[in-house]
């Protein structure tokens, strides 16, 4: 059924070159910033200098540090500052880990309970988050226009989802020229994150939610079309711009209004990063195409429908299911992105440890809640 929805997003875009400019006029003239970031390729990129240069005479303090896969140990040091320092507004310039690792810093900073971890869990509600703005430097994660954060434990190994409408920012700024620096192995990442959080919303069962159904074709079929220029031409201006917008709608509530949602490649994904250190993306790489094989009967129409409208394929209904998971592991690969977890280390014994892991914590995952652990193991198996 197409059910029921309330609709807000509160974030505001300012998206195009130069748009970095505009960043003080955003934030209230007394506040103390803090500003976020990552490893340093803001140094390396011409960013840094664009921000600092937009906030010229305003009272900023920085922290730097902010890892990939941002971890709750590194982020409380910045909640450390942030308290000492009496900060009131939070700027996060980076990728989607700098954006997350700064949700949880803004959630964290007025936390009163005992155990900051607890956000992270759910298991403590938090009421008041410092406000926060982005300068986003990589398309993928929709951290820029979503409330979501996905924050790791390093001395547990876990990696674990939050969301709370307190955490969204105030505004993103989208210069699709603060990506030109970006590696190759980041640009086919994140289009396979993109890719994938479109499916995740997408390819479950049809409700005859028909805008959210087209609209998530057309982020698929503009990745699809953008991926070969974007990678190979990094300075393509408007191939980088599409890919930028496109992965910002990917996961920003749109998609996913009225219709139900899987999400089970992103749960098992966590959990292999969080074991093998495999990157976010490619995490779900190895997981989706033998996901959609196990689950194909429960998602036929879907995969019907996308096998026709977004790979204009033809044939019998038992041929375009096949080719339809053939294409979406394929698509993958051309990226460049292994469908194998075996490359990156997984084995019977990882499979164990998420099958065990997902047991005591009593969950189940898919659109239908048929996922359970012993699902999981199935999925995992095909991709030893
Ligand atoms: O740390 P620095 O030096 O900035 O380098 C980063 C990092 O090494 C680099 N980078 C970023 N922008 C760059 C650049 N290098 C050159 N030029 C630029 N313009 O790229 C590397 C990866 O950055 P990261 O922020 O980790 O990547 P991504 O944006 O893919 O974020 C991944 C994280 O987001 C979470 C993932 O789980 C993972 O932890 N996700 C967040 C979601 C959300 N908030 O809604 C949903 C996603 O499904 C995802 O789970
Ligand atoms: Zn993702």
Redesign the pocket.
């Known amino acids: 059924m197409f059910s029921n929805f309330v609709y807000q997003n509160p974030v505001k875009i300012l998206f195009g070159k130069g748009q970095i400019a505009q960043l003080s006029k955003q934030i209230s003239p007394n506040s103390k910033i803090l500003l976020t970031?990552?490893?340093?390729?803001?140094f390396q990129?011409g960013v840094y200098e664009q921000v600092k240069k937009a906030l010229e005479g305003r009272n900023v303090i920085e922290f730097g540090g902010i890892e990939?896969?941002?971890t709750y140990e590194t982020l409380m040091k910045a909640v450390e500052l942030g308290r000492k320092e009496n900060i009131d507004f939070l700027l996060a310039v980076?990728?989607?880990?700098?954006l997350?690792g700064t949700k949880f810093i803004a959630a964290a900073i007025p936390f009163e309970g005992e155990d900051a971890w607890q956000i992270v869990t759910g298991k403590e509600k938090f009421k008041k988050a410092i406000p926060i703005g982005s300068v986003l430097?990589?398309p993928?994660?929709?951290?820029e226009m979503?409330y979501?954060?996905?924050i790791s434990k390093k001395s547990t190994h876990e990696k674990k989802g939050m969301g709370h409408p307190l955490v969204y920012p105030v505004f993103s700024i989208l210069d699709p020229e603060?990506?030109f620096?970006?590696?190759p192995r980041?640009i086919a990442?994140?289009i396979a994150?993109a890719f994938t959080?479109v499916m995740e919303q997408y390819m479950t069962y049809p409700v005859n939610a028909q805008i959210q159904d087209r609209f998530a074709e057309s982020i698929i079929q503009t990745l699809i079309e953008v991926a070969p220029k974007t990678i190979e031409n990094p300075s393509d201006y408007e191939a980088r711009a599409n890919f930028m917008w496109a992965a910002t709608v990917a996961?920003n509530g749109f998609i996913s209004l009225g219709v139900p949602q899987d999400w089970a490649t992103?749960q098992i994904g966590h959990e292999l990063t969080a074991f093998h250190g495999v990157d976010?993306?490619r995490s779900l790489a190895v997981v989706l195409p033998y996901l959609l094989k196990v689950k194909q009967e429960t998602k036929r129409d879907k995969l019907i429908q996308y096998a026709k409208r977004v790979w204009n394929l033809s044939g019998t209904d038992d041929e375009l299911v096949a080719e339809a998971i053939q294409k979406t592991g394929e698509f993958y690969e051309s990226l460049g992105l292994s469908i194998k977890a075996s490359e990156y280390g997984v084995n019977q014994e990882t499979i164990e440890k998420i099958v065990k892991r997902f047991e005591e914590r009593g969950v189940n995952f898919g659109e239908n809640g048929d996922i359970t652990p012993a699902v999981v193991a199935e999925i995992l198996e095909m991709s030893i």
Do not use: C, E, M, R
């Open positions: 970031y990552g490893g340093g390729s803001i990129n990939a896969n941002p980076g990728g989607g880990s700098v997350d430097t990589l993928a994660t929709g951290s979503n979501f954060a996905v603060t990506t620096s970006l590696p980041q990442n994140g994150d959080h996961l992103h976010h993306a």
